[in-house]
């Protein structure tokens, strides 16, 4: 599975971005996206995933309610809402995607075999 991400930026504390995820090669209808990040000197950080097919989203505590996944499950493409942001939202974001299928969600990065290169957000006040 390749992917591209794209759509990071520049942006102002409460405003909002919109990430996109631009994926070729996935095979399985009920594998799962993942979008992480990773800010500098920490750990990259699960925020979201999603079945390719739709369905329910899964969100880490400190995103739910202000971000947003969804799924285009034709042409595969995911994107990442993001609205009230914050300046702990700041870091790159990462586009995941799993090989395998799986009954229940996954958060560990480790579970995801795919990865894009990445896309920067940065806030300011």
């Known amino acids: 599975v390749q992917l591209v991400e794209s759509g990071g930026g520049v942006v102002q504390i409460g405003g909002s971005l919109s990430l996109t995820c631009e994926a070729s090669?996935?095979?399985?209808?009920?594998?799962?996206m993942g979008w992480f990040r990773q800010a500098p000197g920490k750990q990259r950080e699960f925020v979201g995933t999603?079945?390719?097919?739709?369905?329910?989203?899964y969100y880490v505590d400190s995103v739910n309610g202000r971000f947003t996944i969804t799924v285009n499950s034709v042409n595969k493409t995911a994107y990442l809402q993001m609205d009230v942001i914050r300046p702990e939202d700041a870091a790159i974001y990462y586009c995941a995607a799993s090989s395998e299928t799986w009954i229940l969600p996954k958060r560990n990065p480790r579970d995801f075999d795919s990865w894009g290169q990445g896309t920067q957000v940065a806030v300011f006040l």
């Open positions: 090669g996935v095979t399985g209808p009920g594998s799962f």
């Open positions: 999603m079945r390719w097919s739709g369905g329910s989203a």
